[in-house]
């Protein structure tokens, strides 16, 4: 259950749970299980598939980032990686499991995915449309850094299909954003949405953290402020962690320091906890422990709802995860090695971890737990599982705690539970996975 004696300061390690059982216990001699796979018949009714590349360069790296990034890459360089990803992706394209299949949602993530040139990224969709047509899918999500947008890129982009435009402003604060190390500032972020917003994207997401370094109260407020007049289909809000691979670590480590410089928890569950009211007020809707829309009929997230609904997801790419027939997968989180393995017609996969159908049911549970609302014949019917007795004692602890109230039909989130659901899923894990670390 959730120690109420934990530290409320925010110290160094991994809070954003976005898959189970944790990366820690995925192991390199468990590869040899995604090949049984690929090498496997697709079944009869396949699971919906998602296709995703990761491009892991940036401008600048900020100092609370923790993904596997370069900077001041050279244009061969990138076009380099760009063959070796085409290449990786037709390897898997040409498997019994995956040839022939179609993605429901394709997803472009990073790093900076538009830190590409118009070219590159034209080069890039093209050949990877050749493998994998796009002309079913429900989604294609493209992440972006403000300050890599023009309007001829943002013009570019739409062409290529993408439907989901995810600007990861984090705050519109030109000294908050410098100091927690990002590369554009306000007056980028705005002229880009205004570019995006005329182009006609159909969804436009921003993302914002809550508790970055030097945040306030005031500002945090007229950050929110400023989102909603710039009146996103959807807002994504994170509250601050502070994980190992980051500058922030590196530099607590030197000085000797135990505690982060931003917001402690209280702090920064309640400013999330007044941006939704915020957001409510202004006409959103809060559809998850991060995420309002102005119109939840319309604004779907069709990679996240059906990665958390157990679907195939391919990951391509340096450092990318993927879920391939029931294993997890992550390739090389290093681009030599990722190079040298795919140039080697090997897939370049670093470690895995096959699933067991009690894992596959805790995974799926803890993840659409973070959308505030369970439905629990989708387990029944899935599972053959009654989730209710499968974790009578827990639930009925965090009821008594107020985190959650449930009934015969449905497990719902309160707004306290909603706000640390990310604590109080480690309370769901298997006991050879409690207190493990996570990545």
């Known amino acids: 259950m959730i120690d109420s004696n934990t530290s409320e300061e925010t110290v160094v390690g991994n ?18 299980n995604v090949h049984d796979v690929l090498n496997s018949s697709a079944p009869s009714n396949p699971l919906p598939l998602g296709l995703y590349f990761h491009i892991p360069f940036c401008r600048k790296r900020c100092h609370f980032c923790y993904f596997r990034v370069y900077t001041n890459k050279k244009a061969s360089e990138i076009n ?22 179609k993605p429901k949602f394709v997803y472009f993530g990073g790093g900076t995915p538009s830190y590409l040139s118009v070219s590159q990224l034209t080069d890039l969709t093209d050949r990877m449309k050749a493998v994998f047509p796009w002309d079913e899918a429900e989604e294609v999500a493209f ?33 908050i954003l410098e100091i927690n190390g990002r590369a554009h500032r306000s007056m980028e972020i705005k002229r880009a949405y205004k570019y995006a917003r005329n182009i006609g994207f159909p969804q436009i997401n921003i993302d914002l953290i809550a508790g970055m370094i030097d945040e306030t109260e005031e500002n945090w407020k007229d950050c929110v402020r400023q989102s909603i007049d710039l009146s996103p289909e959807c807002v994504t809000i994170y509250q601050m962690e502070i994980p190992y691979n980051t500058t922030i670590y590196k530099e607590m480590k030197e000085s000797g320091k135990l505690t982060a410089p931003v917001a402690d928890w209280p702090t920064k569950r309640r400013w999330v906890s007044e941006a939704f009211d915020m957001f409510v007020e202004a006409g959103y809707t809060v559809t998850s422990a991060y995420t309002v829309v102005k119109d939840p009929q319309k604004v779907k997230f069709v990679y996240r709802d059906a990665l958390w609904g157990g679907a195939d997801m391919l990951g391509t790419g340096v450092a990318s995860f993927g879920h391939i027939g029931g294993v997890h997968v992550q390739n090389e989180h290093d681009i030599g090695t990722y190079l040298t393995r795919v140039t080697d017609n090997e897939y370049p996969i ?15 549970f803890i993840l659409q737990l973070k959308l505030g609302k369970v439905n629990l014949s989708y387990f029944k019917k ?11 004692s827990t639930l009925n ?35 050879e996975h409690q207190n493990a670390r996570y990545a």
């Open 143 to 175: 992440e972006c850094e403000p300050g890599t947008l023009t309007e001829k890129k943002l013009d570019a982009i739409r062409k290529l299909g993408v439907t989901r435009l995810s600007l990861g402003v984090e705050n519109l604060n030109d000294h």
């Open 382 to 392: 899935k599972f053959n599982a009654d989730i209710l007795k499968r974790f009578q």
């Open 350 to 364: 670093y470690r895995a971890y096959p699933t067991n159908e009690d894992e596959t049911l805790i995974r799926e």
């Open 397 to 431: 602890d965090l009821q008594q705690q107020k985190f959650l109230t449930f009934d015969d039909n449905f497990i719902e989130m309160s707004r306290d539970g909603l706000l640390q659901v990310d604590w109080i899923l480690h309370d769901f894990f298997l006991n």
């Open 15 to 32: 809070y954003f749970i976005s898959n189970y059982p944790q990366y820690s216990f995925w192991k390199p001699e468990f590869v040899k």
């Open 80 to 101: 380099a990686y760009i063959d070796s990803g085409i290449k990786e992706i037709e390897k898997y394209g040409d498997t019994p499991y995956l040839k022939g299949r």
